[in-house]
């Protein structure tokens, strides 16, 4: 194909893709139905994983919930139950370790049957400025945070990527997408799940895998106790969020295959900027916006794991 024909069908996809979302945006989304999918949620135990365990209760799905905290996946196996879903399943899963990961996997499969939508949500925090973050508190990080989902998608994506039917969603932040002051290792890790998650939507692309769907999350500060003492300057632009919201509309984006939610919206007009203020002006509006200062007064959980 000579380059004038290439451009010309560059040009005509872009109108379509742009006249697509625009309607997107004001015309309702039709769900599509999970009913029977099998949905594993790491970090279910607590906060958003125990929520979005919640929303799906009543879709007749197959739950599977992941934590290292056997406590919490019983506290939410429990409240999934009396929605009266009787489909629900728990294994203890410290996702910081890939050995772990892989056996656990193998069980599910085994007992269970394959997953088809796999939500990567498990994170920790260390809250710590970098120079006095230990070296073994960021490698857990990177393990939980990031290296979890390359381990989690080598268990399940090739049954997906056999019957081409699937959904991948990972749970990243607002971190994601832009660094944040005494958050290094926690921004890297979750720069690390977003480029890995967009990169094998793409390869799924390339390989003609275009019906296992991708949902990348980012959502600003939430108010489960993982970032206790994290305040906001501007509570009308940037909020602290509640979790019901955002376990809510992050399973209304699985079910219309949303690719990107950011959360709060205004995220998405602070993103648009970043590629085309100066960098001294991104300072000016990390100052404004108290981007330094997030951390300031981090008390966190006693025990850090979303």
């Known amino acids: 194909m000579n380059f004038l024909l290439e451009t010309l069908r560059l040009i005509v996809l872009t109108i379509c893709y742009h006249l697509e979302a625009f309607l997107k945006v004001i015309v309702p989304q039709r769900r599509k139905n999970v009913s029977g999918e099998i949905v594993l949620i790491t970090g279910a135990g607590s906060g958003i994983g125990r929520l979005m365990a919640l929303e799906f209760a009543p879709l007749d799905v197959s739950l599977v919930l992941w934590d290292i905290n056997v406590d919490g996946l019983k506290e939410t196996a429990k409240q999934v139950k009396e929605k009266g879903v009787s489909r629900v399943h728990y294994y203890q899963c410290d996702c910081s370790d890939r050995e772990v990961v892989y056996r656990v996997a193998d069980q599910v499969k085994r007992e269970i049957g394959d997953v088809t939508i796999l939500i990567n949500n498990a994170g920790i925090v260390s809250g710590k400025r970098f120079m006095d973050t230990p070296d073994a508190l960021v ?16 268990a399940f994506l090739p049954a997906m990527t056999n019957k081409n039917h699937g959904h991948l969603v990972s749970v990243a932040s607002s971190a994601g997408l832009i660094g944040v002051n005494g958050l290094a290792d926690y921004c890297a890790s ?26 990348i999350v980012c959502p600003y500060f939430i108010n489960t106790g993982m970032f206790d003492g994290c305040g906001t300057k501007w509570p009308r632009l940037l909020p602290i969020l509640e979790p019901d919201y955002v376990a809510k ?43 330094f200062n997030f951390m300031d007064a981090f008390k966190g959980r006693e025990k850090k794991r979303d």
């Open 249 to 291: 509309k992050i399973v209304s984006a699985i079910l219309t295959d949303q690719v990107y939610v950011l959360l709060p919206r205004s995220l998405y007009f602070l993103m648009a900027l970043k590629g085309f203020i100066p960098f001294k002006q991104s300072v000016i509006l990390g100052i404004y916006f108290g981007a």
């Open 139 to 154: 490698e857990k990080t990177f393990r939980v945070n990031a290296l979890s989902h390359f381990w989690t998608y080598k």
């Open 190 to 215: 979750k720069f690390a799940a977003m480029g890995f998650a967009e990169s094998v939507a793409l390869e799924l692309i390339a390989a003609g895998k275009e019906a296992i769907k991708t949902t």
